[in-house]
């Protein structure tokens, strides 16, 4: 057992999931106990006294469900003993992509709040690594650490937990870009990333940039070891001044000349010239506002496509731009600058679901699970979601180096924990036919059943045409063969 005042939780955080940790660790500070489970190093599932933990608690807030819904889980937990998520699931209170985020809500809010600790102990129960990749996790702890030292450190803490390397010159090392790419954008963060190139002392750089995830990203990249230290400069030019004040955004300085006039005329010309860009800022922080509160209004309503004002189809890098055009906008560090600290909580909590709808849509799995949602599952269990993306991706790395009979095994075990995904009804069906002996009927059923849950896979399409080409109905294949061309002309089998 440690102190959390001798251990700062960030810094575990970031070891345990370098180490790739598998076990139980366990927070307590007065009465309040919370056990998380780690799986190959990221937190999965949590265990809390703590009421505000809670998962139904996590619903009620994103106003999910109503208040009332606290008693039927209380009720229903008392009646027959199980996990919370269990219980939420069988009451069918809210829909299956509510329930992940609020796994997710329940996950990094616990962490964060105890990042905010300054005091308790910490403890470990380790337990036999897993074999293969970990489960799907609804929370990236490096994130979570970086925010917490944003929200809860000092300046003075971040430059006292950097040690000797305050005073010394940061360089991008191996993992630099891996990390970066973890890192939710903010209105700094591309000064931050250009400061970081071996000509600028770490102490200076955090000053100029004088921002709050700034230095929450920038422990992130030292913790994780993703910068290489230099006692001298290695890029440009020394600085000259050992402290540079911090700097704001610059203000333009606007200056109107009339021809013709002179003195008092010009001033005055001046002066109206003044209030007359006064108006104009007052009337565009005004807009801005009512886009907050406006867009704020509409999460409960919004799907990620619509929050970030792109179409369903839109590829990732449309996806990516839609977004950084948002945080430009919306960022919380942006709305303070122009004095709108009235609604920045409503700015927190609105730019804290942009990123989670360009994190879900960024990436392919989560956008799949995503939109699988959308479609009307009611049948949820993150366990077992995390289980079977497991088995299909080590299943998928089989299929693709030739081992059709191993992958089998795994692609039959993801479709028996998750039937109504289509990827892994179809990588099913296509190992049914390529392994040795296939099954060719299987694998057609299991092909339609993929095509059920997803039409517009041409992929799929075209190998159900090699299949039923194979099994001598050539009509059939033609027929689907002429529905995936007509999808994706550039599709391949």
């Given at each position: 057992m440690a102190s959390l005042a001798d251990t700062p939780l960030p810094r575990l955080l970031v070891e345990l999931h370098r180490q790739g940790f598998e076990g139980w660790v366990t927070l307590e500070r007065g009465k309040v106990r919370r056990r998380f489970l780690w799986q190959g190093g990221v937190p999965t599932r949590l265990e809390s006294n703590a009421e505000g933990d809670a998962l139904v608690e996590q619903l009620i807030t994103r106003g999910l469900v109503g208040e009332d819904a606290r008693t039927k889980v209380r009720r229903a937990m008392a009646a027959k003993p199980a996990a919370e998520l269990a219980v939420l699931v069988g009451l069918k209170l809210a829909a299956p992509r509510d329930l992940?985020?609020?796994?997710?809500?329940?996950?990094?809010?616990?962490?964060?709040?105890?990042?905010?600790?300054?005091?308790?102990?910490?403890?470990?129960?380790p337990m036999p690594a897993g074999d293969g990749a970990p489960p799907a996790a609804p929370v990236d702890v490096l994130t979570v650490a970086a925010e917490g030292v944003a929200r809860t450190w000092r300046f003075d803490q971040v430059l006292q937990s950097l040690g000797?390397?305050?005073?010394?010159?940061?360089?991008?090392?191996?993992?630099?870009?891996?990390?970066?790419?973890?890192?939710?954008?903010?209105?700094?963060?591309?000064?931050?990333?250009?400061?970081?190139?071996?000509?600028?002392?770490?102490?200076?750089?955090?000053?100029?940039?004088?921002?709050?995830?700034?230095?929450?990203?920038?422990?992130?990249?030292?913790?994780?070891?993703?910068?290489?230290?230099?006692?001298?400069?290695?890029?440009?030019?020394?600085?000259?001044?050992?402290n540079v004040e911090p700097q704001g955004p610059a203000l333009p300085e606007l200056e109107i000349v009339v021809a013709g006039c002179s003195g008092a005329s010009s001033a005055k010309a001046s002066v109206a010239a003044s209030r007359l860009t006064t108006a104009q800022a007052e009337a565009k922080t005004e807009k801005l506002r009512q886009e907050i509160l406006e867009l704020h209004g509409q999460l409960g309503s919004l799907d990620y496509w619509a929050l970030l004002g792109v179409e369903q189809e839109s590829p990732?890098?449309?996806?990516?731009?839609?977004?950084?055009?948002l945080a430009k906008r919306l960022h919380p560090d942006k709305v303070a600058q122009v004095g709108l600290e009235d609604v920045k909580e409503t700015a927190n909590e609105l730019f804290a679901e942009i990123t989670r709808a360009h994190q879900v849509l960024a990436d392919p799995d989560e956008r799949r699970a995503y939109e699988a949602s959308l479609q009307g599952h009611t049948t949820f269990d993150?366990?077992?979601?995390?289980?079977?993306?497991?088995?299909?991706?080590?299943?998928?790395?089989?299929?693709?180096?030739?081992?059709?009979l191993g992958a089998f095994d795994l692609l039959e075990a993801a479709v028996q924990l998750w039937p109504e995904e289509a990827d892994y009804q179809a990588a099913l069906a296509w190992t049914l036919f390529k392994k040795n002996p296939p099954e060719d009927a299987r694998a057609i059923e299991h092909f339609d059943k993929a095509l059920?849950?997803?039409?517009?896979?041409?992929?799929?399409?075209?190998?159900?045409?090699?299949?039923?080409?194979?099994?001598?109905?050539?009509?059939?294949?033609?027929?689907?063969?002429?529905?995936?061309?007509?999808?994706?002309?550039?599709?391949?089998?």
């Open positions: 992940l985020a609020a796994v997710g809500d329940q996950l990094r809010g616990s962490l964060l709040d105890a990042i905010a600790w300054e005091s308790g102990t910490v403890s470990f129960e000797d390397n305050v005073t010394h010159f940061p360089s991008r090392g191996a993992s630099f870009d891996a990390v970066v790419e973890r890192l939710p954008r903010f209105a700094s963060l591309d000064t931050l990333l250009e400061g970081i190139c071996g000509g600028e002392s770490a102490f200076n750089l955090l000053r100029r940039v004088s921002d709050p995830s700034a230095c929450g990203a920038f422990w992130l990249l030292d913790a994780s070891r993703s910068l290489e230290w230099s006692s001298t400069a290695t890029h440009g030019q020394a600085e000259e001044q050992e990732a890098p449309e996806i990516k731009k839609a977004y950084l055009k993150a366990d077992r979601l995390g289980q079977a993306e497991t088995l299909f991706r080590k299943g998928e790395l089989l299929m693709n180096a030739g081992n059709f059920a849950l997803n039409g517009d896979n041409a992929h799929a399409r075209l190998r159900l045409a090699v299949v039923l080409k194979a099994t001598g109905d050539s009509e059939r294949a033609a027929a689907e063969t002429a529905k995936a061309q007509a999808l994706d002309p550039n599709a391949t089998v």
